[in-house]
């Protein structure tokens, strides 16, 4: 397939990558994938017989949607091969909507039960061979009515049914439901993503729900698989700017992907052409509007978006006897997308071969100390810091490479002085390493709502160094746990805040530790 001259750069998808979902965050091999997408009708039915405008516009779409530096498209309905195949042909990824009945009450019918299955099964045959398509999703937005009418339970268990019926077509692909607020109450954990559709314009607003989701997302990614902005009530120049906002907003604080909603303002619905609402990027002439160059400015970036200012971070890792895990977890820190920071790392007096292992790398401070317990360690460390704000981890964890920018942008964006994110289970391949993951004992938060801590684990934690000498540091009462939560508590005694924002953070995997 021959592609038209242009000054814009793509990568063909030769042959199909597996998106894998680690964590808070997307992966195609080891590489974080940040979802950099647009929605893609519906549209009316073409010449070609299928509701997709004709080949030489799509052709035009997706040379336009290269240069705004989209690498996703949503679509609505099952896309044919041809479009699959030209998708791939610009190294565009689709995630396919699988269309049924969402409107009706079907599950009074076991024939309508039936039917939908059959699509969701019919419509990933179609899919699944194409390097393209890496994920589905089983369906949208279930109406709330319909949800009171059947009950919430059974319409999760049958939004489970179809989840599988996708996954047994094909299995190496990602499979989602596409909820949004009316019914968030669905409690939707059993997808590989969160997805949900959002429209809230004002930008506090915006945020806080998107805290609300990490926290329903839990140890998900979750993508923004709806937002958009109609440039006939708000003026382009409008919809440029909220769009510009829920994009800094999204990616922030933690977003996996976004969907912008939509490509272009040419969109059929209900057997007709809308004519008075344009949430277009561009227009139905492929004219772009200013929102094209708004959201080009993040989908051409690197993600997360940059800092204000970038303060200097002092990562304190405390150690005893941890020379199973501690290797993976200071080259996790060695690999920080973060301009100023440093790691000093605490031997409390290990027996084993810890200090050996700290020592291979030569970008840490070491300080060696007989053991004298885990608070008085946190302690040295803070004498150690050069930094104003100092994070502390734990020697069996490993740091997302982003970890740093999410927490300071808490920081930055809050003025609290205390801020920390989730202990994370790592994913795992057997039964009962996957048990001990999850079971209770381990380090843990408790929200007091979604954006504040009654107090956060110590092993994802951070403070400005002025918090910390105000209460004396920790306690050297705490030997070996507690300490976490007896800070917070004397922080909170003096009046601070502790700010909750799901940075990610992962355990190290039992099978890497024998």
Known sequence: ????????????????????????????????????????????????????????????????????????????????????????????????????????????????????RGAIADGVRACRDSPATFAYLVGNEIPPDVVRWHGAKQVRAFLRDLVSVAKDGDPTALVSYANYPCTEYLDIDFTDFLSFNVYLHKEKDFRSYLARLHNLAEDKPLVLSEFGIDSIREGVEGQAQILDRKLASSFKTGAAGTIVFSWTDEWFTGGFAIQDWAFGLVDRDRHKKPAFYSVQQYYKSLLPPQLPEYPKVSVVVCTYNAERTLDSCLASLERLNYPNYEVIVVNDGSTDGSWRIARKYDYIRLINQENKGLSVARNVGIAAAEGEIIAYTDSDCVADPDWLIYLVDKFL?????????????????????????????????????????????????????????????????????????DLCWRLQDQGYTIGFRRSPRNKIPMRQVG
């Not at 680690?22 to 195609?28: A, C, E, P, S, T």
């Not at 929200?447 to 910390?468: P, Q, S, T, W, Y």
Request: proline share 8%.
């Open 413 to 485: 964006s809050s003025g609290l002085s205390a801020v920390g994110g989730p202990n994370l289970p790592p994913p795992e391949d057997a039964l009962i390493p996957a048990c001990v993951a999850v079971s209770p004992g381990g380090p843990t938060h408790v929200l007091l709502n979604d954006e504040v801590a009654e107090h956060i684990a110590g092993c994802n934690m951070a403070f400005r160094r002025e918090a910390l000498a105000e209460i004396g540091g920790f306690d050297p009462l705490f030997h070996a746990a507690g300490d976490d939560v």
């Open 1 to 116: 397939m021959s592609l038209p001259c242009s000054s814009f750069s793509y990568a063909p998808l030769a042959t199909r990558e597996a998106v894998t979902a680690q964590g808070k965050f997307l992966y195609v091999n080891d590489q974080k994938f940040f979802l950099k997408g647009v929605s893609y009708g519906p549209f009316s039915q073409a010449t070609h017989g299928t509701p997709f405008p004709e080949k030489q516009v799509v052709e035009k779409d997706f040379a336009l949607m290269v240069e705004l530096g989209a690498n996703c498209i949503r679509t609505y309905t099952v896309p044919p091969v041809w479009l699959l195949d030209l998708a791939a042909a610009y190294g565009l990824r689709i995630m396919v909507g699988i269309p049924w009945a969402e409107h009706i009450c079907f599950l009074s019918s076991s024939a309508v039960r039936a039917e939908i």
